[in-house]
């Protein structure tokens, strides 16, 4: 669940301890300096779902709107822990390269030669919005999008592997980052792509056969004070003034329907509104490959990077010669 692993990290980060237990229940180790936002306890049990919390009712059910997620959530703005994380990695060695790069570069026509090898920093952007659905009522969650700062593109497959890579607050190699990085495009990168999946949530929280309901009987009403309005209109005897206000009656009516129609429709819809709470960024180690691909005479280079974690190349640069869309991401 994105809260709770939400939850997890931030009391990580001011130093506390998270022991999953099992589905939506941990035991939690708080600072003595942090115990007065939890309850003024430095030991307790947080569940993430309700049967859970029901099942145990000594633990506190963490949920958007709790008192202790709303204090979890000031404090991580108030001590704003440390924004920038770095992975441990093992090892940063490549054997057989050459090979290897042959071998998923395979549909890549023309003979590669390694120009030029050295160990980078890649860098992730991990911005966490707050996103809210207002209608009748109001619900509230937490979307993560991670952004490879490298290349300006989304990464859904780190994001993904995150909880299994070690990260310290503090560099263990001091390697170069590559490229200069525009953090700015990168969350408006990954805004853009939480804001549309905000938008598919909300369309789907909206009751489409309650509206259609309720339209259908706005229509009906009028329908019927339309109809005999009409009726006036054809009676004997009828003056021209009367049937001129009929008439504008009509047009009143109209009107008056569309309105609520229009009215009803705000009803229902699901408004979003998304957040920026915060962004941490994430520095991975990787190797980085200038790779030179001769071709009938012709000859283009290319800028491929290795990242141990994902044990994945990725074309990260490339002069658009021959070198297929589809070998953007390349698996080892």
Known sequence: MRLQKFVTAVI????????PLEYGLCHVLIPDEYKEYFLDKTELYL??????????PES?????????????????????????????????TMTNALKKINLVMADVPGEKEIIR???????????????TYIADEKAEEVRQQ?????????DDEIQKQQSNIFFGQQPVHNYPVPVELDIVAGFEQAFRLVKQ???????????????????????????ELAKENAQ??????ITEERKQELAAKLIAIQAECQKQIREINNKYAVKTEVILDHGILYFIPQIEYGIKIVFRKSQQEATVDYNPVLKKFRVRQHDNAFIPERFSSLNL
């Not at 990580?12 to 022991?19: D, F, N, Q, R, Y």
């Not at 991670?146 to 989304?154: A, D, R, S």
């Open 232 to 237: 006036k209109m054809t009676r004997k005897g």
């Open 47 to 56: 569940s993430f779902d309700f049967e859970v919390a029901q099942e145990n």
């Open 146 to 154: 991670w952004v490879n700062l490298l290349t300006g593109e989304p």
């Open 60 to 92: 506190e059910f963490i949920n958007f709107g709790s008192y202790l997620l709303e204090n979890l959530l000031e404090l991580a703005r108030k001590k704003a822990v440390s924004n920038l994380r770095f992975a441990e990695v093992d090892r940063l």
């Open 117 to 131: 090898e050295r160990p980078i920093m890649g860098v992730w952007a991990a911005f966490n919005f707050r996103v």
């Open 197 to 223: 999946l905000a938008t598919q949530t909300g369309e789907k929280l909206l009751s489409a056969k309650d509206l259609r309901k309720d339209v259908d009987r706005i229509q009906n009403y009028y329908a």
């Open 12 to 19: 990580e980060a001011l130093g506390g301890i998270v022991v």
